[in-house]
Nanobody
Framework: QVQLVESGGGLVQAGGSLRLSCAAS????????MGWFRQAPGKEREFVAA???????YYADSVKGRFTISRDAAKNTVYLQMNDLKPEDTAVYYC????????????????WGQGTQVTVSS
């Protein structure tokens, strides 16, 4: 059974940092793109960042320069380091895995975690 389990969310003040983790189990994701998406109340789920199996990284313009995605293939885990957080970063953050090299489209991801809440206070 494939599972993606996120952790590391919480409440932080503007300007602070959080590190999200996503532990994958049930199969090897070494040839999958791993991505982070987020969904704020009343808004659609949106792309945040992705890392390909060759460790190329991609970011939404809104987080570029503040967020860093990485993956540890040996641990089947992907991380999202979030620095200089802003109130507009408040959302539920989802980890996802897709059987392709890279994508920003949530429709092209095959497996999803349950999400972790990130709240940034002003």
């Amino acid at each position: 059974q494939v599972q993606l389990v996120e952790s590391g969310g919480g409440l932080v003040q503007a300007g602070g940092s959080l590190r999200l983790s996503c532990a994958a189990s049930g199969r090897t994701f070494s040839r999958y793109v791993m991505g982070w998406f987020r969904q704020a109340p009343g808004k659609e789920r949106e792309f945040v960042a992705a890392v390909s199996w060759s460790v190329s990284t991609y970011y939404a313009d809104s987080v570029k320069g503040r967020f860093t995605i990485s993956r540890d293939a040996a641990k089947n885990t992907v991380y999202l380091q979030m620095n200089d957080l802003k109130p507009e970063d408040t959302a539920v953050y989802y980890c996802a895995a897709g059987d392709r090299y890279y994508s920003r489209s949530l429709r092209e991801y095959d497996y999803w975690g349950q999400g972790t809440q990130v709240t940034v206070s002003s």
